[in-house]
């Protein structure tokens, strides 16, 4: 191997990240997009899609953590939850860790993904054979239009709405994910980045607003997104994120978090005021 090799990703036609690679684990082209796994220098083992970083093990607890256990813990009681997805299989991972939770359904639209993982990083995958893991090589968008079950909590945990992961920031896609939550249901989805992506951000709240009744955003910090500062989405039928969180919950779990912790899980929505100001009338956090 070449002792001077790195990657870099490149954001628009402005920014770049270079990450060095000691080793290249896994390289192959999947009929959705071309699948990477690097070992690096300073970040361990990393999950490339089509050459944009998805996962390194060294930062991946931060956005497993916030993607996961703020609805879970938000939700009183979630049974059976839906990510979509996912996978590397960090956020079920997250997910299976609560008692509550009786089964997980992932819904993985490239297997490729999913094999390169369990063979090259299991510290995100090594739930995929969970009891309660329901793994389906599929297409989300299909499932939730399709499927008949009702869930507590579902995560959208996609890419950026490029290539396949387009439809699932869509109008029809969330319609569908309101008619297969239950009744006090809770969505949340990866939601981009309030320094160069705030027009998705807009777009996505104006979608979310037009089939639930409060749609939020709340952040997190990471190493190898562009910015560092990301966001989720939160839209329940019910719940309100920070009202309706008890953060007693957390300590009485029983769990521990690299990232995620009682008093973060209400900061986290609290927002710069540039992003409050960018997204004044698409959110509710108040």
Same mark, same amino acid.
């Given at each position: 191997?070449?002792?001077?090799?790195?990657?870099?990703?490149?954001?628009?036609?402005?920014?770049?990240?270079?990450?060095?690679?000691?080793?290249?684990?896994?390289?192959?082209?999947?009929?959705?997009?071309?699948?990477?796994?690097?070992?690096?220098?300073?970040?361990?083992?990393?999950?490339?899609?089509? =050459?944009?970083?998805?996962?390194?093990?060294?930062?991946?607890?931060?956005?497993?953590?916030?993607?996961?256990?703020?609805?879970?813990?938000?939700?009183? /009681?979630?049974?059976?939850?839906?990510?979509?997805?996912?996978?590397? =299989?960090?956020?079920?991972?997250?997910?299976?860790?609560?008692?509550?939770?009786?089964?997980?359904?992932?819904?993985?639209?490239?297997?490729?993904?999913?094999?390169?993982?369990?063979?090259?990083i299991p510290q995100t995958s090594?739930?995929?054979?969970?009891?309660?893991?329901?793994?389906?090589?599929?297409?989300?968008?299909?499932?939730?239009?399709?499927?008949?079950?009702?869930?507590?909590?579902?995560?959208v945990d996609s890419t950026d709405?490029?290539?396949?992961?387009?439809?699932?920031?869509?109008?029809?896609?969330?319609?569908?994910?309101?008619?297969?939550?239950?009744?006090?249901?809770?969505?949340?989805?990866?939601?981009?980045?309030?320094?160069?992506?705030?027009?998705?951000?807009?777009?996505?709240?104006?979608?979310?607003?037009?089939?639930?009744?409060?749609?939020?955003?709340?952040?997190?910090? /990471?190493?190898?997104?562009?910015?560092? !500062?990301?966001?989720?989405?939160?839209?329940?039928?019910?719940?309100?994120?920070?009202?309706?969180?008890?953060?007693?919950?957390?300590?009485?779990?029983?769990?521990?978090?690299?990232?995620?912790?009682?008093?973060?899980?209400?900061?986290?929505?609290? !927002?710069?005021?540039?992003?409050?100001?960018?997204?004044?009338?698409?959110?509710? /956090?108040?």
């Amino acid at each position: 191997m070449h002792s001077d090799l790195w990657i870099e990703e490149k954001f628009s036609d402005f920014l770049g990240l270079r990450i060095k690679v000691e080793k290249v684990l896994f390289s192959g082209k999947s009929e959705f997009q071309s699948v990477d796994v690097v070992e690096t220098k300073g970040h361990g083992k990393m999950l490339l899609n089509d =050459g944009l970083i998805m996962v390194t093990e060294r930062d991946e607890f931060a956005y497993h953590d916030m993607i996961a256990h703020v609805p879970l813990f938000v939700h009183p /009681n979630p049974k059976n939850v839906l990510v979509i997805g996912g996978g590397d =299989g960090g956020t079920a991972r997250e997910v299976l860790r609560h008692a509550s939770v009786e089964k997980c359904t992932m819904v993985e639209i490239d297997a490729m993904v999913v094999d390169a993982c369990k063979e090259h990083i299991p510290q995100t995958s090594k739930d995929l054979e969970h009891p309660k893991m329901n793994l389906i090589i599929g297409d989300g968008v299909k499932f939730v239009n399709e499927t008949t079950e009702k869930f507590d909590v579902i995560i959208v945990d996609s890419t950026d709405p490029i290539g396949p992961a387009q439809p699932l920031f869509g109008e029809a896609f969330y319609q569908d994910v309101y008619n297969c939550l239950a009744d006090d249901g809770i969505v949340v989805s990866q939601g981009e980045s309030s320094w160069y992506a705030m027009d998705i951000q807009q777009s996505l709240l104006k979608v979310l607003n037009s089939v639930f009744p409060n749609s939020y955003l709340y952040s997190f910090s /990471n190493l190898t997104y562009p910015g560092g !500062l990301w966001s989720f989405t939160f839209a329940s039928k019910q719940y309100h994120p920070c009202r309706d969180f008890n953060p007693e919950r957390v300590s009485e779990s029983g769990l521990s978090f690299d990232y995620y912790n009682a008093n973060l899980h209400t900061a986290a929505f609290a !927002l710069p005021s540039f992003a409050l100001n960018g997204l004044k009338g698409l959110i509710a /956090n108040d």
